[in-house]
C-alpha cells in the first residue's frame, strides 16, 4: 500500500522546508513533492490536524532532495509483468475474420472485415 507523510527536508541554500515524501509497499522512498508543503485545512479543526503532521515532521531525520534521489536510484527495478496480449494481426486470425481492404489515411487505418 503507498503511503504518505511530512518531511523536513535541508535545501541547497541551508534553509529547511517541509514536503511530502511517498512511500511504496514495502515502506521505499518512492518520491516527494517538488515544492514546499503549506499547512491547509477547510476547517480550523483540519488545519489543526495538518499542523500536527507537520509537528510529526520534526521527529524523522531531515532529509535532501539528494536522499530521496538516491533512495529511489538504488532500489531494485520491478520485473516487468508478463501479459498475455496479442497482436491486432494474430487477433484477427484467432477470431477467423477475413481482412477483404484496408485502408489508410491520416495515421488512421480503417479495417473492413466480413463476418
Not at 35 to 51: H, I, R, T, V, Y
Not at 77 to 104: C, F, N
Amino acid at each position: 500500500m503507498i503511503t504518505w507523510n511530512y518531511r523536513v527536508f535541508r535545501e541547497e541554500d541551508g534553509d529547511y522546508i517541509i514536503r511530502e515524501v511517498t512511500y511504496g509497499d514495502n515502506g521505499e522512498i518512492i518520491g516527494c513533492t517538488k515544492d514546499a508543503m503549506e499547512p491547509f485545512g477547510k476547517s480550523l479543526e483540519e488545519l489543526a490536524q495538518d499542523l500536527d503532521a507537520f509537528q510529526e515532521a520534526l521527529q524523522y531525520p531531515v532529509l535532501t532532495l539528494a536522499d530521496v534521489e538516491a533512495a529511489i536510484a538504488n532500489q531494485p527495478s520491478k520485473a516487468k509483468q508478463s501479459r498475455k496480449t496479442i497482436s491486432h494481426a494474430e487477433l484477427v486470425k484467432k477470431l477467423g475474420l477475413d481482412v477483404e481492404a484496408e485502408y489508410e489515411s491520416n495515421d488512421v487505418a480503417l479495417v473492413h472485415t466480413t463476418t
